[in-house]
């Protein structure tokens, strides 16, 4: 949810840089003179004459108006960014796609790879101690037993990460990283109630 929130806000500020450039070219807003014939009297402003900074308003309510009476919704959003902006919003969704999906993705693929090569060579070199009538070498079995001190072990380190999770995410306000702290510390102490009670 908050990838998507980011995205949001950077396409609103990609967008907002053209209407405030178009607002800062008008220094009066909208203020135009009434009456400069006389130059030795008192020059009087009026805001409820129309400028063409209000023509602008206007015509950007009237294009507002238009998503009822059948106008183009994505030419109303992004017709006003031009090509700069557009290609400036494109790059930031390219590597934003790179480094949330594709990296994450081509990294899983990697460790994936390599599981499977260790695996398979295994495999293989139990296959050829089978074939030469040796045993099987113990590093070769995956289904070796923890002793209770590596269990141990296994439990305080658990814990303490939990409770340092924990720790992070109150500091922090996250709810629901404080729960995830909490599940990682009581995993952690079953497991070194599991080592107590079976000594």
Do not use: C
């Not at 450039?21 to 030795?40: F, I, M, R, W, Y």
Request: avoid cysteine; proline fraction near 2%.
């Amino acid at each position: 949810m908050k990838k998507y929130l980011v995205i949001i806000a950077m396409m609103m500020a990609l967008g907002t840089t053209q209407q405030i450039t178009a607002q800062s070219q008008n220094p009066k807003n909208g203020q135009e003179l009434v009456d400069s014939a006389k130059q030795d009297e008192l020059e009087a402003y009026s805001d409820t004459t129309e400028s063409s900074y209000d023509s602008t308003v206007v015509s950007r309510q009237h294009r507002l108006g238009s998503y009822v009476t059948g106008g183009s919704f994505v030419h109303d959003i992004f017709g006003d960014i031009g090509v700069e902006g557009m290609m400036g919003m494109t790059f930031v969704l390219v590597i934003i796609l790179i480094i949330f999906v594709i990296a994450p993705v081509l990294i899983l693929g990697i460790l994936l790879f390599f599981v499977y090569k260790n695996r398979k060579q295994n495999v293989r070199m139990a296959e050829m101690a089978i074939k030469q009538g040796q045993p099987i070498p113990d590093q070769l079995l995956d289904d070796r037993k923890a002793t209770t001190d590596e269990l141990w072990q296994k439990g305080l380190r658990q814990t303490f990460l939990g409770v340092g999770l924990l720790a992070f995410f109150g500091y922090v306000g996250s709810t629901l990283g404080v729960g995830i702290g909490i599940l990682v510390t009581v995993i952690g102490l079953g497991k070194l109630t599991i080592v107590k009670t079976t000594k």
